[in-house]
């Protein structure tokens, strides 16, 4: 190992994961939930119509306020108040809608899409006892659970929290995780699968940032011992 090695397996000491898209292939689940929508609803047309609606402006919401440099407030109620705005629908039926389609019913998929390895480099990384976290848009709990891994982590935070202001790529739920994990910004590997929002976010933060979309093993034996 050169000196230059050692000076990077020293620097680091945690590992900050995103969880929807690197934890696990984002499109399968949702070419799923969507064909169980489409079924669920085949005598139902205009709620199955009233529902996509709404998860089509949720989503687009939350990435209109990941543009928005007003940060006050709860960023989920937020995405809930504008998907309202724009979609006519009611807050609590839109809050009914997410709650089951986006949060409850694609849990017992999610094992099944998995990332190939991920279990493998996450036991590595425990056992060479580097500090372990997630970070996450929406909350992550039961989806770490579903996917098996939840013992892994002991640093769980989403921009759901209170505490937390906006979405990424907005700084500060980075900076709370790693304040959480008891570690300086720059201790911090973040990985995530959009780098103009994981990627931008981590690094203004003061992490370093991993792509999913390559090698992960490789990329990680670049930067630590793993």
């Not at 669920?40 to 989503?59: A, C, G, M, T």
């Not at 937020?78 to 809050?95: D, M, P, R, V, W």
């Not at 279990?119 to 006892?129: A, C, D, F, T, V």
């Not at 500060?172 to 780098?195: H, K, S, T, V, W």
Request: with cysteine; aromatic share 8%.
């Amino acid at each position: 190992m050169t000196k230059l090695q050692i000076h990077k397996v020293s620097q680091i000491r945690g590992i900050l994961f995103d969880v929807d898209g690197t934890l696990y292939h984002q499109s399968p689940v949702r070419i799923i939930m969507m064909f169980y929508l489409i079924i669920k609803h085949v005598h139902q047309p205009l709620q199955l119509i009233r529902k996509l609606k709404v998860i089509s402006n949720f989503r687009k919401s939350q990435e209109l306020l990941r543009k928005n440099t007003d940060t006050s407030g709860n960023s989920y109620q937020n995405q809930i108040l504008l998907t309202a705005k724009s979609s006519g629908e009611k807050k609590e039926f839109i809050s009914q809608v997410i709650a089951e389609w986006f949060e409850k019913k694609p849990l017992k998929f999610l094992k099944l899409c998995r990332r190939r390895k991920m279990e493998k480099i996450l036991l590595s990384l425990h056992k060479k006892k580097y500090k372990l976290g997630v970070y996450s848009d929406y909350p992550a709990n039961d989806k770490l659970k579903a996917l098996g891994i939840f013992n892994y982590f002991n640093t769980i935070v989403s921009s759901n929290d209170p505490e937390v202001t906006g979405f990424k790529p907005h700084t500060n739920g980075f900076r709370i995780a790693a304040q959480r994990m008891g570690l300086d910004p720059a201790e911090i590997i973040y990985i995530g699968d959009r780098p103009e929002v994981d990627g931008k976010g981590a690094e203004e933060a003061g992490m370093k940032y991993i792509n999913i979309s390559g090698n992960l093993e490789q990329q990680l034996s670049n930067l630590i011992e793993i």
